[in-house]
């Protein structure tokens, strides 16, 4: 079967992308709104972008009414946020805090999950999450403002907050980060089934 994007609704499209393009990672981002309201929600369409500097990304889709997340719209305002990673210890609170709520509801309270400054953004931090990724704006990429567009949002990282027990000489171990993997539809993978391969 072949499909033509531009034949089809955004919706059916998204579908695709979200099955095909799996596992994601889910950048868990905690940000504030200018009156200094907490804002938590996760985003997979998410990956690491570079090392020098240390950039990431994540995209917040444009909703059906047309309207930018809060998430979008708190960074493009203060230019700071915190990417938590999520562990299955967290999956359910992470859950939580997708709920299409509000911009005055804090999802701190919300879920239940604790929330602790950070050393340099003002945004709190998850601290159930075993990483933590202080990180300032680097630049939005805007593909439209129609429902299904995205808001590409790059952010440096300028300091990470990582347990000690999962880290050694800078390796994360993968047994102890347990990170979960967002699937098509509503389905996750953990990451417990893993294999080496050295590289040639
Ligand atoms: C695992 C998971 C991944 C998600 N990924 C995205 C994403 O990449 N982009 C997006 O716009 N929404 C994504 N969502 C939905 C948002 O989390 C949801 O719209 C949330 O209400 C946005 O909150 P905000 O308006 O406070 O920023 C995801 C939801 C879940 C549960």
New binding site residues.
């Given amino acids: 079967m072949t499909i033509v994007p531009s034949q089809h609704k955004f919706s059916d499209i998204y579908k695709l992308l979200i099955g095909s393009v799996v596992p994601r990672p889910?950048a868990f981002v905690s940000s504030l709104s200018p009156d200094g309201v907490r804002?938590l929600?996760?985003?997979?369409?998410?990956n690491a972008v570079c090392s020098k500097p240390p950039i990431i990304l994540?995209?917040?889709?444009v909703r059906a009414d047309g309207k930018d997340?809060?998430?979008?719209n708190n960074i493009k305002a203060t230019g700071e946020f915190v990417v938590n990673i999520v562990s299955e210890s967290i999956a359910v609170q992470?859950?939580q805090?997708?709920?299409?709520?509000p911009?005055e509801v804090d999802?701190f309270v919300l879920s239940g999950l604790t929330a602790i400054p950070g050393d340099i953004v003002k945004p709190p931090r998850v601290k159930e999450s075993l990483i933590n990724m202080e990180c300032k704006l680097n630049q939005i990429v805007s593909f439209g403002d129609h429902p299904g567009a995205g808001k590409t949002i790059f952010g440096e990282v300028v300091l990470f907050h990582i347990a000690d027990n999962i880290i050694d000489n800078f390796r994360i171990d993968p047994a102890q980060i347990q990170a979960i993997g967002?699937m098509g539809g509503m389905n996750y993978c953990t990451t417990r089934d893993r294999f080496e391969m050295v590289r040639p």
């Avoid at 929600?41 to 998410?46: I, N």
């Avoid at 997340?69 to 979008?72: F, G, Q, V």
């Fill in positions: 889910i804002n929600a996760p985003f997979s369409f998410f994540f995209t917040t889709s997340k809060d998430t979008h992470m859950n805090c997708s709920a299409d709520v911009p999802e967002r």
